[in-house]
């Protein structure tokens, strides 16, 4: 079996931003997600003629090694800027809000066009033989790596390192564990005509169990077919994560409505059981040396897209 240079685990902002680098630095480098499609939570979903965000809706920038690859996207016509101002932001210049010109996973299709990135492949064990990694996936195929460098929600990779049996984290462990992160929930809603929010369609809310509420025609992306993203607070998503769509949905829906012009023609929920971290750690990533293994992701850099950003170039960095 062919032993690859660098195993990259998660085809979301960190684990393609990681594979990037190392791939433009000349590295062998193979990228496994377990989803049909790329980008992980920066997400869109096609519905009825809709494009709609049902993830993460945009991003900014602080960080002048993020904003190399911004500048990139933007040149290359993959984001656009989405608005700077809005009411909770008080700067005079606003800050600009990226998005992907047809949804969020432009990104990541973008990043992905130059790597080796195997998709609907879920890594389900993991184990050392010898000095190497071989990580096994639910299609039955097995990958063999000197390098691995795991970006998945970080609960999610800690369960899979666990049962390795290895001493992975040494004196790191608890406090690698204590990361917790709060669930959501989206629905997707299908109107008969123009939603009747306000520019930039996008909207920051604390109305019942909402936090958001965005239009996806005037965000650009949806040209064809009105519709909106909803997004529910951590405390809603916990209580209605079994309840039917019917119900979650709707409830969802009633608590807009005020915001709202047009008919409802039909809806969906995504659940999304990981969010953001509550707690994300100070340090970029982590790293054993010995062991040839990295996490990453927004656990480490901070919750939001940059932060994850961030922690897969400097796990990049460091293999470099
Ligand atoms: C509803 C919602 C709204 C958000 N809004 C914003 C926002 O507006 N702005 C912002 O900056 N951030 C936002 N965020 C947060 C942002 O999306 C994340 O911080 C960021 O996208 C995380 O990127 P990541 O690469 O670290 O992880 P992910 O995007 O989660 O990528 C990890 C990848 O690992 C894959 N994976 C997991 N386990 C396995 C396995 N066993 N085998 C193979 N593959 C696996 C997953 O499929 C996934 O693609 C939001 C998140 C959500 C869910």
Redesign the pocket.
Known sequence: METIENLV????????LCASELSRAGREVVV????RG??????TRRMAGARID???????VRDARFQKYVDEWLDAGIIREWFSHSAEDSSSEGHPRYCGVTGMTDVAKYLAADLKVHRS????ALARDIDLWVAK?DSGKVFTAKHLVM???LP??LL?LDSTGLDYAADQLSELRSVTYEK?L?ALVLLDGPSGLDEPGGLKVDEGPLT?IADNSMKGISPDVSALTL?ANAEFAETHWDSPDGVRGQLMIDAARNYIRSNVLEFSCHR?G????VNPLQQSFFSNHHLKLML????F?G???????L??LAAAARLL
């Open positions: 685990i998660g085809a979301g902002i960190s684990g393609l496994l997600d377990k989803g790329l980008g992980g939570r920066m997400a049902h993830g993460a809706q945009f991003f900014t492949e879920r890594v389900v996936t970006t998945a929600p999610q990779s899979l959501g989206a958001w997004h999304w990981f969010t953001l971290p990453a992701g927004d656990a850099g919750p939001r897209i940059e932060g994850s950003a922690s897969g």
